[in-house]
Nanobody, 126 residues
Framework: QVQLVESGGASVQAGGSLRLSCAAS????????MGWFRQAPGKEREGVAS????????EYADSVKGRFTISQDNARNTVYLEMNSLKPEDTAMYYC???????????????????WGQGTQVTVSS
């Protein structure tokens, strides 16, 4: 069973920064699409950022472009989400997702992911 564990969530002031980590029980260097998603109370889960772990491709939601960066460390089988200039509307539970892919692709659609972590809470105040 593939296991994903998120960490790094916290309560921060608007304008602050956080780095989220997703530790995976898979080799992230090839053959996987991984992504960060978030879900606020009363709302559906939405895609934030996605990366093809074979390298060379990433995708971001319009709402976070220029503020968030997704990256990977294959030696640690970990995917990161650097979040800068945080806004109150970024407040949500953030989830890491992963799915095997036969193609070089990224996706911000939750329905296309097979494995999920338990989430880490990000709260942005003011």
């Amino acid at each position: 069973q593939v296991q994903l564990v998120e960490s790094g969530g916290a309560s921060v002031q608007a304008g602050g920064s956080l780095r989220l980590s997703c530790a995976a029980s898979i080799y992230t260097g090839k053959g996987w699409s991984m992504g960060w998603f978030r879900q606020a109370p009363g709302k559906e889960r939405e895609g934030v950022a996605s990366i093809y772990t074979g390298g060379g491709m990433s995708e971001y939601a319009d709402s976070v472009k220029g503020r968030f960066t997704i990256s990977q460390d294959n030696a640690r089988n970990t995917v990161y989400l650097e979040m800068n200039s945080l806004k109150p509307e970024d407040t949500a539970m953030y989830y890491c997702g992963a799915t095997p892919t036969p193609r070089w692709t990224t996706s911000l659609f939750p329905s296309q992911y097979d494995y999920w972590g338990q989430g880490t809470q990000v709260t942005v105040s003011s």
